[in-house]
Structure formats: structure tokens, C-alpha cells
């Protein structure tokens, strides 16, 4: 957080700085052209750093994914998926998308009509996959999928979603998806 803090920072000034020199016309700085590449060096610099903060924060997330994966693929149950041993169900809804810049056209309709709204339709949808192991029977459930449950059902009979089930604790599993989004 500090590091993104700072970067802003270096990035604000450095614009200031390098917008002042290039204009400035007075005789109590030498060197104006110095300073002003010195200021583009700055903002260049904080935005590397914003730069930095976010892909760290996406890889650290993403590095423990990749870990837990790989450790069970080492020592975990590998499960591929069919669409007789496992169901799928699927969570579709409406966000209502709140637009800054309408149109005066779009004002004017919704004072003709304020019922009306623009509306964005998401589909997900979830494996649920029934671990049975002796007389209990363990309820384990994916990580929603951007896409309908036909197009999970797609892929789980192109056989591109397997399941790892750690062999010693059941209750730590992860749903692996090997295809490419659309």
C-alpha cells in the first residue's frame, strides 16, 4: 500500500514538475531542460511503482493458487469430472449498470419511463461433486465459472475440468480447469 502511495506521489509531481519546466522562461533556475527530463524521471519512476504494487498483489494470490495446486497434484486424488458423477448449477442474475454520462436522449426516456434500467445479465455457474468414502458422504462445490451450465457441460464431457482431493484431509479439494475461456 505504501508503495502504491509513493508511486502516485512520484507520478503527480513528476508531471507538475516536467508541465512547469517545459513552460518556464525565467533566469532563477538554471538549467530548466535538466529539470524538466529530471521530473519526467520521476513520474516515470512512480508509475513503475504503481506498476509494482499491483502485479505483486495479483501474483502473491495467483503464487499460492499455483502452490496448492501443484502440492496436490503431487499427493492428491486426481477426479476427472463427467457429467454423471457430478451436477451442475447455474446462477444467473441482472446488475443494474449505473451510467455516469447519459445521453440526453437517455434522460428523456427515463422521464417517459423511469421503470426502465440498463441491465447487464451474468451467468455463472458451480460443480457440486459428491466425495463418498465409506458410510459419509462430503459435499464439495467449485469456484463459479463465468458461463452457463451448458457450456460447463461442455466442458466437463470435453474432459477439461478435473478435481484434486487431498488424500489425507477430503475437505481440502481443488477444481482444476485446463480449457480456454471464450
Known sequence: M?????GYFLAVTGVIGSAFFRKYNGEQIPYPVLWCCLSL???IAG???IYLSKSN???KQEKYTME???KLKL???KILLTVDNCE??????????NNESNSTVEIIDALHDSNRNQQDFIEQSAIIYYLETGDKKLRMTSQ???FNAKTLTNYIEDNQLVLYVNRSDESDYVFEFLGKLI
Open 2 to 6: 505504501l508503495k502504491k502511495v509513493v
Open 41 to 43: 524521471a520521476i513520474s
Open 47 to 49: 508509475f513503475y511503482l
Open 57 to 59: 498483489t495479483l501474483s
Open 68 to 70: 496448492r495446486l501443484s
Open 75 to 77: 499427493n492428491g486424488d
Open 88 to 97: 451442475i448449477r447455474e446462477n444467473n442474475y441482472y446488475v443494474e449498470v
Open 144 to 146: 463459479s465459472f463465468p
